[in-house]
């Protein structure tokens, strides 16, 4: 056997088999709307796939018990036969195919994030077309303002003013700033990060900085250059000069059943935007993070928090 045959096809960022790709996410639809059984229709609508090619799945789902058609409505839940998905399911699973379909829907990469032991994240990144994200899955950040906004926009006082110290010694005008920002992202539900020079180095220079332990004082004073050195986020008089910005990422909290904030959701443009592109995928994300809630409430999801509690000065 020729051994230059094995391993993955050569030709990097396509999926190996669309077919088995299909079927994957038609059973990940129904195990989501495990309460709320499918036409045929909706599930060939949600999926943008041919009725005939969704027909033909779902026949085969059924016949062998993976699925069952209901005689009287029509429509179709998981069957007995489906093998038992572990309770310990990784959550980057779970949210594999929503994600796929959120950057489907948005035309651009996109990822979730937790906030895990005083950094910010990254548990799962898709990008259209099997492409490479710009965010990649294993990324972390410092929970240190100005980063993990939509985190904190939700939270008590007393967590904003710790997120907030954790950066050390900042301007007068980033001060000032904050916490208006802040209550803008709770009015329109998500944040928006403007792209520059000093973001760029500064999210590099923390990367590459990254050991696995808790943030150090040079990420944070790291944390602060971006406070210092740009205008963090978009007011309400700012969003006619949008289109004279590049944008970074564009997020929204998801959020339990008891309000607390757990991941969030993040569409990566990193291109310039309309006011009215920008506003497009704000609703996407927050819609996303609804579809999350929603898994968490069927417990599909954990529904234990992470507690959000900012890095360590």
């Not at 779970?94 to 990254?122: D, Y």
């Not at 403007?194 to 696995?212: C, M, Q």
């Not at 986020?233 to 004279?244: F, G, K, T």
């Amino acid at each position: 056997m020729n051994a230059s045959k094995l391993g993955p096809p050569r030709e990097t960022g396509q999926d190996p088999s669309p077919p088995t790709r299909r079927v994957v996410a038609v059973v990940e639809l129904l195990a989501q709307a495990s309460t709320s059984p499918l036409t045929l229709a909706e599930i060939c609508r949600e999926l943008r796939i041919s009725r005939s090619t969704g027909y033909a799945i779902l026949s085969t789902l059924c016949s062998a018990d993976w699925a069952v058609r209901d005689p009287l409505s029509g429509r179709y839940t998981l069957g007995a036969g489906l093998p038992s998905t572990p309770v310990n399911t990784p959550v980057s699973r779970v949210l594999r195919e929503p994600l796929r379909r959120l950057c489907s829907a948005v035309g651009m990469a996109a990822c979730v994030s937790e906030v895990q032991g005083g950094f910010i994240a990254v548990i799962e990144s898709a990008a259209p077309n099997s492409g490479r994200a710009q965010v990649q899955a294993g990324q972390r950040l410092p929970f240190i303002a100005p980063f993990g906004r939509e985190f904190v926009a939700w939270a008590p006082t007393a967590t904003r003013r710790e997120w907030l110290d954790a950066a050390g010694p900042v301007n007068d005008a980033y001060r000032a700033r904050m916490p208006e920002v802040l209550k803008e992202i709770q009015r329109r539900g998500y944040g928006i990060e403007r792209l520059s020079g000093p973001l760029v180095k500064v999210y590099t220079a923390l990367l590459a900085l990254e050991d696995g332990n808790e943030p150090d004082p040079v990420a944070a004073r790291l944390a602060g250059a971006v406070a210092d050195l740009t205008i963090v986020d978009v007011l309400p008089d700012e969003m006619a000069q949008i289109e004279q910005c590049r944008i970074a990422t564009i997020s929204a909290p998801i959020f339990d059943g008891q309000g607390n904030v757990v991941m969030s959701v993040s569409a990566q443009p990193y291109r310039q935007l309309t006011q009215q592109h920008v506003r497009r995928i704000g609703d996407q994300v927050i819609e996303f993070g609804e579809h999350v809630k929603s898994l968490i409430a069927q417990q599909l999801l954990p529904a234990d928090a992470n507690p959000v509690t900012p890095a360590s000065r």
